[in-house]
Each structure stands twice: as C-alpha cells, then as structure tokens.
C-alpha cells in the first residue's frame, strides 16, 4: 500500500505582515501546492492521500475556497482521506459538514478513532477534532478491536517533540509516542507540528508551503509504503510554490546610509519571493537606520521585510564621560550601577533617547 501523507496547508492564512496583494499571492500560492500535491499522488501512483488537519482555517475560509476543495478532489480519483484539526475543526456549520464532497473523500468526523478498512488485513483509523481547542489524547485507552496492521490519522502533539516546534506552539490533542504501540497503531500520519519530524512509529510532514520566515528545510508531503507486516518506508518530497528566505545581514565597515543601502542591495539582488533581513553589527552611532526607508529595496520581491536585530551603535565613551553637558553627568551616574551588561545597556538608551532617536533596538 502506498500513500502520500500532508498536513497543515492553512489554506486563507491571513499573512499578515505582507502587503495585501503580496498577502493574496501567498495565499494563491497555498492552492498551487494542493494541485501539486494531488498530481504528485497521481504520478507516483499512490493508492490514497491522507491530510491530517489543518487544510483551511474555520475563523477565515471563503466560499471559494470551499468550491476549489470541492473540485480539486473531485478531479482524481485518488481515495482522499481528511482529519479535521483545531484550525478546521468539524461542526455541523463547517465546510465539512456543509458540502456535497465526491465519493472518492472520506471525512473523519468523531473526536474519536473510527476505521476504513483499506484492503483485507490493513485498517486506517481516524479523528477529528470538534472544537478549536481543548481536545484530549485520541490514543489513550484505545485498543484496535480487529487483526491486521493499523494506521493511524489525526491532528494531535506528541508530547515529546513540542520542544523542537516553533515557540508558542500548542499541544493540541497531547499523547505520548508509547501510546501508539500499547493502541496497536503501526504508525501514525499526523498534522499540527509544522516543523518535520520523522520517528518509528509517526511521522509530521510539516506544513508543506512555508508561513512564517525562518522555517527549516525538509517539510511538504510525506510518500510512504506499507509492507503486508505493516513495516513503513519514507520518503520526502517538497511540494512548495513559495520562495522564503531569512538573511542575516551584518553591518560592520558601514559609515553611512549608502553604505547600509548597497550592502543589502548586493544580499538580495539574486533573490525571489519573499525576503526578511535581519540587520545586526556594531556601527556608528549616527547612521541613521528605518526599516521604513529600507523597504524600498524589495520592489523585485513579493514581499520584504526589514528587522532590527543585534546592532549596537558605537560611541567614544571615554569623551562623553568627561563631558561637562546633561549627557556626560548622565553617563557618569551610569558607573554606579554593577552589572557591566545592565550598564551598557540603560546607557545607550539613555544617550539614544537624548538624542530623540529611536531606530536602533539595544542589544
């Protein structure tokens, strides 16, 4: 048996930090990986494509989108298998419920392991969430009532791997990687980690068209096969339409704007897609520095982004100190505190914020 396994597309994600039409290509960009999902299960000629959650967001999904979904699926003949998760929850007011899908898809919908038997011997057991949080440990207290290999579906956290997620990542629907192997699940697709992570007996795609800035290589969809005595091969495959990429640019030996403008100029020329730069270094402590007259910069891109990371302005503050002016005797109150970090810090602020200036971060 062979399948091909995605989850957390997050079709009409918000994207909030990119301009609106930058923000509509993005989402344009999450249909185009659903298609190429669906003709790679095709060329390899997959027996079943499983999504564990996460497909659309409940709070922001469009008619539209409802009728791309609809159609999209309709068009192979692929055996589509969907586990709602906390952002598409199943209601009886959710697309899910809603729409008139084509025999080919199956939903899961109880907050509890229900089975598709897939071939004689070979089960696929599913769940849904029912609300946009609170959901428990589908695999606790669940046995596999029949014989054969069991597969498993389902948005949910295993518990273990939360730390190796994104920060502020929930543990929706939390259990524990021993669980499976007390349930009888061979191995377990799942969705909500969108960082991929591959183990015995589950496997997280990661989100398979990248959403935030920053993200780590190795996630899309999953091809896996599954041997009569229920033993899995993997293999990854990316799926992506998006181009993102996370630049730090340093800025040591820039005595000027122009100096700022050329050097991220140069680190972004080759690029395409959409481009964050994180600016760090020690420079002078009169170089002007807005994102705000950065952006510029990024009209060949679908979206840019200027952040302020660890710059540290320069000062000769030996010649401040002996200054006879309101910024020396504040600079010499500064020595009375004791932690050379904390000092440093409450200094520059302090010399910045004499001057009226507020586009530098302390580092």
Request: net charge negative; glycine share 8%; aromatic share 8%.
């Amino acid at each position: 048996m062979k399948l091909l396994h995605f989850a957390d597309l997050h079709l009409d994600a918000p994207f909030a930090w990119a301009r609106p039409e930058v923000a509509r290509r993005r989402r344009a960009n999450r249909r185009q990986t659903l298609t190429r999902i669906i003709e790679l299960a095709e060329e390899e000629h997959a027996d079943l494509l499983l999504c564990a959650g996460d497909l659309f967001e409940h709070e922001r999904f469009t008619p539209d989108t409802v009728a791309f979904l609809r159609e999209s699926f309709a068009r192979t003949d692929l055996p589509i298998y969907l586990a709602p998760g906390n952002h598409d929850w199943y209601s009886a007011r959710s697309p899910y419920a809603l729409t008139e899908w084509s025999p080919n898809v199956h939903v899961f919908s109880e907050p509890r392991l229900t089975p598709i038997e897939l071939a004689d011997g070979l089960t696929l057991w599913g769940a849904a969430h029912r609300a946009p949080a609170n959901t428990g440990d589908f695999f606790t207290g669940f046995r596999a009532d029949r014989g054969g290999v069991h597969l498993a579906v389902a948005h949910a956290s295993e518990r273990s791997a939360l730390p190796f997620q994104e920060s502020g990542k929930e543990p929706h629907a939390p259990f524990d990687a021993g669980e499976l192997e007390e349930a009888g699940i061979a191995h377990a697709f799942l969705g909500h980690y969108h960082v991929a992570r591959d183990r015995e007996r589950y496997t997280y795609p990661g989100n398979p068209d990248p959403l935030e800035f920053g993200e780590s290589e190795g996630r899309g969809a999953v091809l896996a096969s599954v041997a009569a005595d229920g033993t899995l091969t993997r293999e990854r495959r990316s799926v992506n339409i998006s181009q993102v990429h996370d630049l730090p640019i340093a800025l040591e030996g820039c005595h000027h704007l122009d100096d700022v403008l050329q050097r991220i100029a140069i680190a972004i020329a080759p690029l395409s897609g959409s481009v964050r730069v994180t600016l760090s270094g020690e420079v002078s402590a009169d170089l002007p520095i807005d994102p705000r007259s950065l952006a510029q910069l990024g009209d060949h891109l679908d979206g840019f982004v200027v952040r302020i990371g660890a710059i540290v302005p320069s000062y000769d503050l030996e010649a401040i100190h002996a200054e006879l002016t309101v910024r020396g005797q504040f600079a010499r109150d500064t020595l009375e505190i004791p932690d050379e970090e904390r000092r440093r810090k409450v200094l520059i602020t302090g010399l910045r914020a004499l001057e009226g200036r507020s586009d530098l971060e302390v580092a």
